[in-house]
């Protein structure tokens, strides 16, 4: 390693960490051509910040899209009634919400306990019933 860096400031090089080399922005292997392309055009042709191209590749372009309709539907119930534009934001968001929770494997505990079977806790979960056990054993 200090041996780049010797050559690197020889030759005027910038030297790059591995750290950030990791956060650079990069796309996967096996990752389609049209999002290579994409990508490429992004980076040089419209010299998008790194951010941005992490984040856009990141949320996926369903996601991307799903967020476009949305932002599309507001602004077509903006100019139909504009009191209504913030109830529907709202519903959306709800939408969002509860589309984006996924789903449970068989047998796989919740971490919030109302949504288990029986209302079960997790194993070595803190509630207020075990401080009070604690408590009153003189354990705290």
């Known amino acids: 390693e200090r041996l780049q860096r010797a050559a690197a400031e020889a030759t005027g090089a910038e030297i790059q960490d591995s750290e ?6 990069s796309l996967k292997p096996g990752t389609p051509a049209w999002e290579v392309w994409l990508a490429n055009f992004l980076q040089e042709r419209c010299h998008a910040p790194e951010l941005l191209l992490t984040w856009l590749f990141h949320i996926g372009p369903s996601r991307l899209l799903a967020f476009a309709a949305v932002m599309a539907g507001a602004r077509m119930v903006y100019q139909w009634d504009p009191g209504f534009s913030a109830v529907y934001l709202l519903v959306a968001m709800l939408v969002a919400i509860f589309t984006g ?37 003189g354990q705290i």
């Open 20 to 25: 950030d080399a990791a956060l650079r922005f």
């Open 101 to 137: 929770l996924g789903t449970k494997k068989e047998g796989e505990a919740s971490a919030y306990s109302v949504f288990n079977p029986g209302v079960q806790r997790l194993p070595g979960q803190l509630d207020a019933d075990e401080i009070d056990r604690q408590i009153r054993r």
